[in-house]
Structure formats: structure tokens, C-alpha cells
């Protein structure tokens, strides 16, 4: 195990299978790097092919309340935050990288690159690779890096009550093929919430454009939405920011009719393609906190987050 420190500032700690950031003693998120051991799981009788590392859980709000879940019964696939695509076209075949139960591609946790500490700032960078599952034999699609970073509180201006972290996917192509994204309905940046979030009226959502019912909102464009429930009695939540700088930007949202789940999705404007030839960059802040997400606060930050 290494442990880089500074007492009240952003802390890391990392061992063989997980890298966990914390701020001021406080646990902020764990990024889970090799595949979940049958210990990690729920339940004993999740099938093998659900196992996976490359994603971020659980994330902790500022009173240890934890706001996302992984291996959900209903959907065994989605795991706290990560970052997917469902819909595909390669040469010629259909990967889904998303959808794990299906078989035909997945997401794999390559290295961890770096980790950091400081009084301000802690976080860690991470390879991925999208592995085509339904060639004659495996082959790597894209190959993307993470860059996790959390911040201080004297740095995100949210306040000493809120959790704050910075994610940047930087996906590339492994071949001189596209990866082509049809027009679909989610697929992306992904969130998870708390089990106790499940069913229509346990979650609240609210998007920057002030909608708080979850099926108008649904499938339209938003600066940031936020998502959240009740976790041991108490409100909290998370509020996911996305950078005017991303493809599609404000990019479309699903919002699940049913269930705690969230994603930024730009496939749903239409078709698109990664090219060999560029890095497609996505850029998201998050910011956890208990008790009902404020609007006003929300805007501000985004504004302050959009001119970094």
C-alpha cells in the first residue's frame, strides 16, 4: 500500500485493487481498479461477466452518506460512475460496450498511472481499454485515460459542506477504424444512485434548466443535472456539471423513469463517430451534498467551472 498525505488537505491512498481519495479525513470517492473479487458483489450468485474494474464507487457525501450503488438488481451492469458506450458500430460488427450481461464488449482497467496528494488538490490518472468482445477474438477499440481530480475546499468554492471532484476521459481510437455512435438514447458518462433511491418517487432529479419531473426532462439538454434521495433518513445527493467544451455541449440527459439513474448521453442528438485521427475529450465536475441541491448555487458554479 502507498499512502501520499498532507493531513487536512486531499489525501490518496492506494493499494492493489482500489485507489481512495479523501479530504480532510473525509472519504470523498473509491476508483476501483482491478476486477471486483466475489467479496466486493452483493450477492454471491451475480454472474462472472458483471465483474469489472474502471469505475468509481462508492461516493461519499460531506456526513458519510453514500450517494451511488454498483450491481444493482436490476442492473447489474452499472457500477457507481463510469463511462461506456452502448450502441456501436465497428468494421462490422455491434459491440456494446454498456450493456456487460450481453457479452459482445467491455471496458477493462489497464494501469494506474499516477496518484497525488496535496493541500489543495488530490486525485489519480487511469488507463481503460474498450475490448470488442465479439471479433473472432478480443480487440481493443479505443483506449482511453482518466483524470480524477479532487479539490480542496478553499479551491471549488462550494463550501466546507460539499464534496467536489473533476473528471476528464480522454478516448482515443486502437486501429485505424472509427468508432461509430448510431443515434441512441443513453450511453456516456454514467451515475448510479443509492439503492434507497429506487422507484419513481425515492428520486429527485433537477436540471439547470429548473425541471424537476423526471420524464419531461428526460431526453433534453442541460448544463447540469442533479440527482438524489434519502440515505439513512437525511437528503443528499450529487450534482453532475458538464463543460461547455464537450461534444454536443449542454449535452442531452437521460433520466431513468424508474430508477436512480443518470446519464449524459450525446448520442442522442444523431449519429457521430470517434475518429482515429483526434481525441475525443470529456470534461464533468461533481459536486456532493446533503440536503436539496440549491439552484442558485448550482448555476454559479457551473459558471465558475465553464470559465476553467
Known amino acids: 500500500m502507498k499512502i501520499e498525505s498532507t493531513q487536512n488537505g486531499v489525501q490518496t491512498i492506494r493499494d492493489d485493487a482500489a485507489v481512495t481519495v479523501s479530504v480532510a479525513g473525509r472519504p470523498v470517492l473509491r476508483y476501483q481498479m482491478s476486477p471486483q473479487l466475489p467479496a466486493d458483489l452483493p450477492s454471491a450468485d451475480i454472474p462472472p461477466i458483471f465483474r469489472r474494474g ?8 460531506p456526513s458519510g452518506r453514500i450517494v451511488s450503488d454498483s450491481s444493482a438488481p436490476n442492473h447489474l451492469h452499472h457500477h457507481g460512475m463510469w463511462f461506456s458506450w452502448t450502441r456501436t458500430a465497428f468494421e462490422e460488427r455491434r459491440p456494446d460496450f454498456w450493456n456487460m450481461g450481453e457479452g459482445t464488449g467491455t471496458v477493462e482497467f489497464v494501469a494506474l498511472d499516477e496518484t497525488w496528494s496535496g493541500a489543495q488538490q488530490g486525485g489519480f490518472e487511469a488507463r481503460h481499454r474498450f475490448v470488442d468482445l465479439s471479433a473472432p477474438e478480443p480487440q481493443v477499440v479505443l483506449r482511453e485515460t482518466w483524470r480524477v481530480t479532487v479539490l480542496g475546499a478553499s479551491v471549488h ?4 459542506d460539499a464534496h467536489v471532484f473533476d473528471f476528464i476521459s480522454t478516448q482515443q481510437c486502437a486501429t485505424d477504424s472509427p468508432l461509430r455512435l448510431p443515434l441512441y438514447h443513453y450511453g456516456g458518462l454514467g451515475f448510479r444512485g443509492h439503492r434507497a433511491w429506487d422507484g419513481r418517487e425515492n428520486t429527485f432529479f433537477l436540471t439547470s434548466e429548473g425541471e424537476a419531473d423526471r420524464l419531461r426532462g428526460n431526453e433534453t439538454r442541460a448544463r447540469w443535472c442533479h440527482i438524489g434521495g434519502e440515505v439513512d433518513g437525511a437528503l443528499t445527493g450529487i450534482a453532475i456539471l458538464g463543460h461547455p467544451q464537450n461534444f454536443r455541449a ?3 440527459v437521460r433520466l431513468h423513469p424508474d430508477e436512480p439513474f443518470f446519464c449524459f448521453a450525446p448520442s442522442q442528438l444523431g449519429d457521430w463517430q470517434i475518429a ?3 481525441a475525443y475529450v470529456s470534461r464533468y465536475r461533481l459536486v456532493v451534498r ?7 448555487q448550482l448555476n454559479r458554479l457551473w459558471d465558475e467551472y465553464a470559465a476553467s
Do not use: K, L, W
Open 276 to 278: 482515429p485521427s483526434e
Open 250 to 252: 449542454p449535452q442531452p
Open 290 to 296: 446533503d440536503g436539496a441541491p440549491d439552484a442558485r
Open 157 to 160: 468554492g462550494a463550501g466546507a
Open 54 to 61: 474502471g469505475f468509481i464507487h462508492p461516493i461519499t457525501s
